[in-house]
């Protein structure tokens, strides 16, 4: 029996983030169907008469959709749900028809985009595990990757190829990469993939077509086999499906795989190589070199890259096992870096992904911050950029000590841009703010919620201009034009509401301290009219203070673990004192007062009564990953499992 606690303490006035947070989740509600009817066919499909290109693309199709689930699981409207599966469903179909899958499985395409397309997926699979067609994909795609399968190896513990799916390895790089030229759009920013084609020393060399298809044939014949870092990516898939029955199987490779990674990063002094031969051995097709390999440390975007790919995996360790350790895979890559780092400006110009960097740090050429190499050739470290916040923001997190985590300090003291600023800028990824959040969770940024609220609802405003002004579909070719209009916003609600960061765009798993479900309509996402506000985030305590806003009675489920592998311990809970309403004979309305009560709970949920115009603020103190992580079921509840 879920322990129910009522909320006691009137409103006198209501709270402006809990307005601002009801507003935008309407805004995002009204917003998401005008995308709907502006870009979509009725059985879900994106509008487009144009043609594919190449392997490229089936990314591009699911992106536009990625956080919807993730909405619905906030607060967002009960059919959306129904919404992102029909649009799950009918864009798998029309990229069927294109070629590009195989029983609604991506061909073979490389793990960074591969990620790209998993967020949709992975979102609808946690909002509604009840779904048993959504349940048999789950389990259909992650057999594609298991012993036994075509893609992976046991001998070697290796994925076999950069490119895999469901038509096994699809060896190479592309047809796109036949040749390397030098009159390749936007390619020359990232330089040569390999530094050893003999003919083939600069960028200018590529003009000559015999250089360029003997860089192609290279880059296919060496870059197009063998193991490279991101596919750690692919662990999510084995992840997802074990959250349904824990299968052991899943989980066995999991581990497996990951720590073969582990013992080739131990092997290269704590830092993550990028590729492995079809023999097993790092460097085989490299001449022996730890970097090389494909979307790897030299080519094109390396940390940026690799990181968010050992990120995801060691967090899926994490959901596994209930254990930190694997998270290794993450600082022994972060310790390499930063050892080469230096203190420096001219930000804009500093390589490859710097203009995009300035823009999200508001940054001019006087700015100084930490930069640290992101790729690595035979000349060494080179292309120098700010550390990614976010892989070492979830490394925090996942071990409990985002306000006091020493390395966020460094970071944070190297800077000169102001970290408890909301800067006004959106990505695809949705994340880039979680300095003024991190601000927040240490108490130097009080007025977070309410700036990242206005600076969502403003995000949410200028797309819905920018759908307004745009024709119903692109023109031939143009496959990034919908994610570029996507009006739903919600990494400040993840933050916000369930004390987390957004998933890792490249893969990674819908994770939260506390998701809030309603109890009546059994779904996860907050009641109609109540907003919730997360103020607390430590390892073993989390705080979240809850308001109806509305005038209905609520009832709202509190649970500790987006998986619920959280215990709940206790509770301690504000209830009105004596006092109120106060003298029917007097005129003055009594003020508020409060005080402290504690409810023991023992379990991963606790359900809220909220009646109209109340709130409560819950002190949960909480026994981390005592359950194992599970998909949840809010319709009927569930039980958790200690882990063995």
């Known amino acids: ?178 040749e390397y030229r030098a009159d390749q759009p936007g390619m020359q920013i990232y330089g040569l993939p390999l530094f050893d084609v003999p003919g083939v020393d600069s960028w200018d060399d590529l003009r000559d077509p015999d250089a360029a298809r003997a860089m192609g044939q290279a880059m296919q014949q060496r870059m197009g086999r063998g193991d490279t870092a991101v596919n750690l990516a692919a662990t999510t898939l084995a992840v997802n ?48 070199a730890w970097y090389g390999g494909h979307y790897g440390w030299t080519w094109p975007h390396g940390l940026h890259s690799i990181l968010p790919a050992a990120t995801v995996a060691a967090l899926n360790a994490v959901v596994l096992t209930g254990r930190v350790d694997r998270l290794d895979l993450v600082d022994g890559t972060l310790d390499a870096v930063l050892a080469h780092g230096e203190v420096a400006d001219g930000i804009a110009a500093r390589g490859s992904l710097g203009p995009g960097w300035a823009e999200r740090l508001g940054a001019d050429e006087t700015t100084r911050e930490l930069l640290v190499p992101y790729r690595h050739g035979p000349q060494g470290w080179f292309d120098r950029h700010p550390v990614p916040l976010t892989p070492v923001l979830w490394r925090a997190w996942a071990r409990g000590d985002i306000a006091t985590d020493t390395l966020i300090e460094r970071l944070r003291a190297a800077s000169d841009t102001d970290w408890e600023a909301v800067r006004w800028f959106h990505d695809k990824e949705e994340q880039g703010h979680e300095a003024p959040w991190i601000g927040y969770l240490a108490g130097r940024n009080p007025d977070y919620p309410e700036r990242g609220l206005e600076l969502a609802l403003t995000q949410t405003l200028r797309r819905m201009a920018l759908i307004t002004e745009a024709p119903d579909e692109p023109q031939d070719g143009d496959i990034h034009f919908w994610q570029r209009l996507n009006p739903v916003v919600t990494e400040v609600l993840s933050h916000l509401v369930t004390g987390a960061p957004p998933a890792i765009y490249y893969g990674g798993l819908p994770l939260a301290r506390v998701v809030i479900g309603d109890v009546r309509l059994g779904r996860p996402g907050l009641p109609a009219d109540v907003a919730a506000l997360v103020t607390t985030v430590e390892e073993h305590r989390v705080v979240v203070e809850l308001v109806n806003t509305g005038d209905a009675e609520q009832l709202a489920v509190v649970q500790a673990g987006a998986f619920g592998e959280d215990e709940i311990v206790a509770v301690g809970h504000d209830v009105a004192a004596p006092g109120y309403p106060g003298d029917a004979w007097r005129y003055d309305v009594p003020p508020v007062t409060t005080v402290p009560h504690r409810t023991t709970v023992g379990g991963a949920r606790l359900e809220i009564l909220l009646p109209a115009r109340t709130r409560i603020t819950l002190d949960l103190d909480i026994n981390r990953r005592a359950y194992r992580a599970a998909h949840q079921h809010f319709a009927h509840g569930t039980t958790q499992e200690e882990h063995p």
């Open 241 to 288: 499906a074990w959250l349904y029955d824990h299968d052991e199987g899943l989980a066995d490779w999991v581990l497996e795989y990951v720590d073969a990674w582990r013992e080739r990063a131990a092997a290269n002094g704590g830092l993550l190589p990028d590729n492995v031969g079809p023999s097993g051995q790092v460097g085989e097709l490299h001449g022996g």
């Open 1 to 178: 029996m879920t322990p129910r606690i009522t909320a006691a303490v009137p409103l006198r006035e209501l709270p402006r983030w809990a307005l601002l947070e009801r507003e935008l989740l309407s805004r995002l509600d009204r917003a998401w169907r005008e995308f709907e009817r502006r870009f979509c066919e009725p059985d879900g499909r994106l509008r487009y008469h144009g043609r594919m290109y190449g392997r490229d693309g089936v990314d591009d199709f699911y992106e536009p959709f990625f956080n919807w689930p993730t909405l619905y699981r906030i607060g967002g409207s009960p059919d959306l749900l129904t919404a992102a599966k029909r649009h799950w469903e009918g864009v798998t179909r029309q990229l069927s028809e294109y070629g590009y899958l195989r029983d609604e499985y991506e061909i073979g395409y490389d793990w960074f985009h591969q990620g790209e397309s998993l967020p949709f997926l992975l979102g609808i699979c946690a909002a509604d595990p009840a779904d048993t067609a959504f349940r048999a994909r789950a389990r259909r795609f992650a057999e594609l990757y298991l012993p036994g399968s075509d893609n992976y190896d046991p001998a070697t513990h290796t994925i076999v190829a950069p490119h895999t799916g469901a038509g096994g390895p699809r060896w190479g790089v592309g047809e796109d990469w036949a």
